[in-house]
């Protein structure tokens, strides 16, 4: 049984006409596991998650996650692939128009035909973010960092096996930040696979998983584990 969640291969990535935001990277993550990739803005980070969501194909390079190489996946798979995945974007790509209970349930509609279960879900993830006072707000009269918190809720509603947050708190005080923390730890004890994009070494200085840390489009170092 293939304990790998995502195998990336000397992954580049060039953009148009010649700005290179990955050169032969490589990273392993196991299925169940914490990761943290760190940097200063333009390292990288967001392009690791976009190649991996899908999003962005390499310009050479393997990338696989869940046994799939998605250079090589076909139109048909793709919706079926990215419902395993809960990408929490750097800009939160929320519906302004809508409310947030709206936001987040739309994320739930492909995988749940009970309009009572999309309810209970969402009313959930909004106590669990301090959120339930919002239920009816359109997004766009929310604060920077309360809009942060739907678009995590919206990524983790469908209990994805595998999910990529790029700058999760960055919006976020002190407090609400060690919410959203709580809320990852709690989906990845329950088995989901997390990958992380951040410049806040808040939320890794005592961590025990990995921290991976990339510069100009390379990974220049590894914090090893500490031991629990």
């Known amino acids: 049984m293939n304990k790998t969640m995502v195998d990336l291969v000397k992954a580049t990535k060039i953009y148009p006409p010649d700005v290179a935001a990955l050169e032969d990277f490589s990273l392993t993550v196991d299925k169940g596991e914490m990761v943290f990739l760190t940097g200063m803005s333009g390292a990288g980070k967001s392009t690791v998650l976009k190649l991996i969501s899908g999003i962005e194909p390499p310009t050479k390079g393997l990338v696989e996650v869940a046994g799939k190489d998605l250079t090589k996946m076909k139109a048909k798979e793709i919706p079926a692939f990215r419902q395993q995945i809960g990408m929490a974007h ?96 709690q989906y990845n004890d329950a088995g989901s696979t997390i990958i992380i994009a951040t410049h806040d070494e808040h939320i890794f200085q005592n961590t025990t998983h990995r921290v991976l840390e990339l510069a100009n489009g390379r990974l220049i170092a590894t914090r090893p584990t500490l031991q629990p």
């Open 90 to 185: 750097q800009d939160f790509k929320l519906l302004p128009d809508r409310t947030v209970a709206q936001n987040i349930g739309m994320a739930m509609e492909v995988s749940y035909e009970n309009f009572r279960a999309i309810r209970n879900r969402v009313n959930e993830l909004l106590q669990m973010l301090k959120l339930e006072h919002k239920h009816d707000t359109q997004t766009e009269k929310l604060s920077r960092g309360e809009q942060q918190r739907v678009a995590i809720a919206r990524a983790v509603a469908n209990y994805p096996v595998l999910i990529l947050a790029d700058e999760p708190t960055g919006n976020l005080d002190p407090v609400t930040t060690e919410l959203v923390m709580k809320l990852f730890k």
